[in-house]
T-cell receptor, first 114, second 115 residues
Framework: KNEVEQSPQNLTAQEGEFITINCSYS?????LHWLQQHPGGGIVSLFM???GKKKHGRLIATINIQEKHSSLHITASHPRDSAVYIC????????????????FGTGTLLAVQP | GAVVSQHPSWVICKSGTSVKIECRSL??????MFWYRQFPKQSLMLMAT?????????EQGVEKDKFLINHASLTLSTLTVTSAHPEDSSFYIC???????????FGDGTRLSIL
């Protein structure tokens, strides 16, 4: 079992729909990241959060530390939102290896159709 | 926002050659640089972590003599794939971290194809 699980793995939506991507993790963390990877491969950091909720434009990210769960919401989805969305958690200090490591989920491939 | 420049974007070369990939932080000082590898339809896999002026920390299973990492300054880290073979073909991506507790800033990646 992966330490960071995302669902769904694939998601197709119609333009304008409200989208939710979920992330559950099993390790203790200091922070959680939501990343966006476009077809060309470049990665953009969307959010870094350790509690509560953050909003940026049409994107909203929430985290529940007690339940070890985070969600990424996209309101009024648009074809340009089509990308892979990756949840990553900051590994705890005693995880092993270098500090500040990220543990990645397997990603959610989102396709928004016009 | 913080920018990390990675180049080349893609490279095709013959088996046995060495390939150097550069990662530069343009508007911040990256005390730590991370190098990742990504196979098609898979998530990023951390290869190594480098701190400026010190030796890189490699993840288990990553050959340090094959993947040479240099982080000589706070704005530049390089990954050299030595004696590359077709199985080294992959997407390599770097990220820079300024201060602990801040988000990592990713480069656009390098698609490496070894013939």
């Amino acid at each position: 079992k992966n330490e960071v699980e995302q669902s769904p793995q694939n998601l197709t939506a119609q333009e304008g729909e409200f989208i939710t991507i979920n992330c559950s993790y099993s390790v203790g963390i200091s922070a959680l990241h939501w990343l966006q990877q476009h077809p060309g491969g470049g990665i953009v950091s969307l959010f870094m959060l350790s509690s509560g909720k953050k909003k940026h434009g049409r994107l909203i990210a929430t985290i529940n530390i007690q339940e070890k769960h985070s969600s990424l919401h996209i309101t009024a989805s648009h074809p340009r939102d089509s990308a892979v969305y990756i949840c990553a958690v900051h590994a705890p200090m005693n995880y092993g290896g270098a500090t500040n490591k990220l543990i990645f989920g397997t990603g959610t491939l989102l396709a928004v159709q016009p | 926002g913080a920018v990390v420049s990675q180049h080349p974007s893609w490279v095709i070369c013959k088996s046995g050659t060495s390939v150097k990939i550069e990662c530069r932080s343009l508007d911040f000082q990256a005390t730590t640089m991370f190098w990742y590898r990504q196979f098609p339809k898979q998530s990023l896999m951390l290869m190594a972590t480098s701190n400026e002026g010190s030796k890189a920390t490699y993840e288990q299973g990553v050959e340090k003599d094959k993947f040479l990492i240099n982080h000589a300054s706070l704005t530049l880290s390089t990954l050299t794939v030595t004696s590359a073979h077709p199985e080294d073909s992959s997407f390599y991506i770097c990220s820079g971290l300024g201060a602990s507790g801040q988000p990592q800033h990713f480069g656009d990646g390098t698609r490496l194809s070894i013939l």
